[in-house]
């Protein structure tokens, strides 16, 4: 390629992240707008998903509030002067010196617990360090309960160190309407609230009560007594948030870049050099109104291909692509490139090391790192 001329989507090499800025800035711009609707409401977007300091200069302006959920994304934030973390898995004691190093260093990394043992870990380390107590408000993953007595022994263990209470609604994504998101965001905030009641009671201080998910950050109705939400896939959006609600099928902002590398015109099928280490093998949008397979497939232009037409197998390699249309074979010769919709944008990023950003068009105009693993 001539150096002269600007790198395009033909250029790239297949499997690749194609991350489009326009769809990038209109989520962001969305769920600012929906946090703005609640006075005295924090974002603290949470960069699982997109892993990338390119992002977080869109979604945490200002070096603002964040939320990771590896010790690697703390300490790449950390040094590129995002400060103010909440590390939103539950801590382990052999990586509390590592948030300590952090700490210690400038940053401010709070950890989550609901572990008794750990907390008493957490009050007797000598550095630098602060804990939110983890409240399950109906997800039944990590958590304790909102009229758990194990609630008041954790906060008093804790003692000056404890931030606050973190809640997290995950099974907002068993909602199918925005009155579900609606009405789990209020159920997550009425036992958040009763949990935070019952220790101030006891004379505990509460600076940070965070709450949220995409859906309930975008579609609550009341957020008094919250003083941040946490959310994160709404940046990028994907196949199973498009069908909950959470935003529109062209607010995917993230999309995998494929090579056609077989076709079988009898079968009406296409092989894809994009399989299950491209794609991963989450299957989400299987419980959901539409099943997408592994990946919606889309022409290099971002249009569903007709159909629609689907990744219904995934290989280490390969993704088989099916459809209910005709598909253009003529179109599509070996080495024609296509784009794939993830059902899950948060593991299908997971195993690419860069975003290459375009915006509305083919033309590649940055690229963008990621950190990856622990």
Not at 159 to 165: E, I
Not at 280 to 301: H, M, N, W
Request: proline share 6%.
């Amino acid at each position: 390629m001539d150096a002269a001329q600007p790198m395009t989507l033909d250029d790239l090499p297949t499997p690749c992240l194609v991350l489009d800025l326009g769809i990038l800035k209109r989520n962001l711009a969305a769920m600012q707008a929906a946090v703005a609707k609640h006075p005295g409401l924090v974002l603290r977007p949470h960069l699982k998903t997109a892993k990338s300091r390119e992002v977080a200069r869109l979604a945490a302006p200002d070096f603002g509030p964040i939320t990771v959920s590896t010790l690697a994304e703390a300490r790449y934030f950390a040094e590129g002067g995002w400060r103010d973390q909440v590390y939103a898995v539950g801590i382990t004691p052999q990586k509390l010196d590592a948030v300590v190093a952090l700490n210690a260093a400038g940053a401010d990394v709070k950890v989550i617990t609901d572990d008794l043992d750990v907390a008493r870990t957490i009050a007797a380390h000598p550095g630098p360090l602060a804990g939110l107590i983890e409240v399950d408000v109906g997800e039944a993953r990590g958590g304790v309960g909102h009229d758990s007595p194990v609630l008041a022994e954790i906060a008093g263990v804790l003692g000056k160190r404890l931030a606050g209470l973190l809640s997290h609604s995950g099974h907002s994504y068993a909602g199918r309407s925005l009155d579900d998101m609606a009405r789990i965001a209020e159920e997550e905030r009425s036992r958040i609230l009763a949990a935070a009641d019952r220790l101030r009671a006891a004379g505990h201080a509460l600076p940070i009560v965070s709450a949220g998910s995409s859906p309930t950050s975008l579609h609550a109705r009341a957020m008094q007594g919250i003083t941040e939400t946490r959310a994160g896939v709404y940046m990028f959006g994907d196949l199973f948030q498009a069908e909950i609600g959470t935003h529109a099928m062209e607010d995917i902002a993230v999309t995998v870049l494929a090579s056609v590398i077989g076709r079988r015109p009898e079968r009406n099928t296409l092989l894809l050099d994009s399989g299950a280490l491209a794609l991963s093998k989450d299957r989400s949008t299987e419980a959901a109104p539409i099943d997408y397979g592994f990946g919606l497939v889309l022409d290099l232009d971002g249009r569903p291909l007709p159909g629609p037409a689907i990744v219904k197998r995934a290989y280490q390699e390969h993704g088989e692509v099916q459809s209910t249309a005709p598909l253009p074979f003529a179109q599509l010769p070996i080495g024609g490139r296509l784009r794939v919709a993830p059902n899950h944008t948060c593991l299908t990023a997971a195993a690419h090391d860069r975003y290459h950003v375009v915006d509305g068009g083919r033309e590649v105009i940055a690229t963008w790192d990621r950190v990856n693993h622990w």
